[in-house]
């Protein structure tokens, strides 16, 4: 039996609304978009970082070997008791800091020069061509940038062996030698990150406002002044940052120097990351190992708090002084 149109109207309007029409209401919450956009990156986070840290931490209380064939064995803090009591560990924690130091420190100077050699040059001559040879070296991987340098360095056939037989000199075994194997790494690696510094530099550089320069030039201020007052004050965060990311990065370096000297001669350039390569994959001493790991994320946690730390003090100061 036919119905009236107006009828037939009346229950149209009345239906509910079909999928997509409530789909598309649901997107447009302001609330549902975003988090629907999270899930996939906090699925990937906890998959791939948190389960593996809270296994690491885990496999830390127990002494475990993949070579034994026997269960693991709970001994609470007896790996990072061990850990603390080896002097292998204290050494190479101490070439650790001391590359660290180096190489960061280095990297920075080199950094800022270059940085403020480069800032507000857009007429210079060749500018685009410097900026990308500069920036090749830190998007080579370091296992190709060690092999690359591991032949510069050969003392029988590399290119700074053959320069000095060129001008009379003697060969120098750079990587063999224990007197310049820890510098000789030690330069590759300035080479290698010193772009990141410039970029941080010349990002940092970009965030001082125009105006605030043109009146410390107007003032007839110095350009240290300019660089303490102005420039620092207003990229300091971006240079904080970048150092932060470059001592993490040095503190865990490991790829480069094991492809250049593999740690050796001895141990001259056997860093914490390369003990600890050694002991998990090569002793297979799983629970030592994890304790180590989590001793050295840790200290890069304490890294991290004192850079924060040290970046927020002026503020801190200003809020505590009386108004």
């Known amino acids: 039996m036919d119905t009236a149109?107006?009828?037939?109207?009346?229950?149209?309007?009345?239906?509910?609304?079909?999928?997509?029409?409530?789909?598309?209401?649901?997107?447009?919450?302001?609330?549902?978009?975003?988090?629907?956009?999270l899930v996939p990156v906090l699925l990937f986070f906890i998959v791939w970082n948190t389960v593996p840290t809270l296994w690491l931490l885990g496999l830390s209380f127990y002494r475990f070997s993949l070579t034994s064939g026997r269960p693991p064995i709970f001994t609470g803090f007896g790996n990072f008791e061990s850990i603390l009591q080896d002097s292998e560990v204290w050494l190479a924690l101490s070439r650790t800091f001391l590359f660290v130091i180096l190489a960061v420190?280095?990297?920075?100077?080199?950094?800022?020069?270059?940085?403020?050699?480069?800032?507000?040059?857009?007429?210079?001559?060749?500018?685009?061509?410097?900026?990308?040879?500069?920036?090749?070296?830190?998007?080579?991987?370091?296992?190709?940038?060690?092999?690359?340098?591991?032949?510069?360095?050969d003392p029988t056939f590399g290119v700074l062996s053959a320069m000095l037989r060129g001008l009379g000199?003697?060969?120098?075994?750079?990587?063999?030698?224990a007197r310049t194997a820890f510098g000789s790494v030690l330069a590759v690696d300035v080479w290698m990150w010193t772009p990141f510094m410039v970029l941080m530099?010349?990002?940092?550089?970009?965030?001082?406002?125009?105006?605030?320069?043109?009146?410390?030039?107007?003032?007839?201020?110095?350009f240290l002044q300019r660089l303490r007052l102005v420039i620092l004050h207003h990229g300091k965060f971006i240079l904080m940052l970048g150092i932060l990311l470059r001592t993490i990065d040095a503190?865990?370096?490991?790829?480069?120097?094991?492809d250049m000297t593999f740690g050796g001669p001895g141990s001259t350039t056997q860093l914490v990351a390369i003990m600890l390569y050694r002991r998990a994959f090569e002793v297979f001493s799983m629970g030592w190992?994890?304790?180590?790991?989590?001793?050295?994320?840790l200290i890069s946690i304490a890294f991290?708090?004192?850079?924060?730390?040290?970046?927020?003090?002026?503020?801190?100061?200003?809020?505590?002084?009386?108004?």
């Open 5 to 37: 149109p107006g009828v037939s109207a009346t229950h149209a309007l009345s239906d509910p609304p079909g999928v997509g029409a409530r789909l598309a209401a649901l997107l447009q919450r302001r609330s549902v978009l975003p988090t629907l956009l």
């Open 105 to 153: 420190g280095i990297e920075t100077v080199l950094g800022l020069l270059l940085g403020l050699l480069f800032w507000n040059s857009q007429r210079l001559p060749g500018r685009r061509v410097a900026l990308t040879m500069l920036f090749t070296p830190m998007v080579l991987t370091p296992v190709a940038a060690g092999t690359f340098w591991r032949l510069i360095y």
């Open 169 to 177: 000199l003697p060969t120098v075994n750079f990587l063999g030698d």
């Open 201 to 222: 530099t010349l990002a940092a550089l970009a965030s001082v406002p125009k105006a605030e320069l043109e009146a410390a030039e107007i003032d007839r201020l110095s």
């Open 251 to 258: 503190f865990k370096t490991m790829d480069l120097i094991y």
């Open 289 to 297: 190992s994890s304790a180590l790991a989590v001793i050295l994320l």
């Open 304 to 323: 991290t708090a004192t850079f924060i730390f040290v970046l927020h003090a002026r503020e801190r100061r200003k809020q505590d002084m009386p108004a």
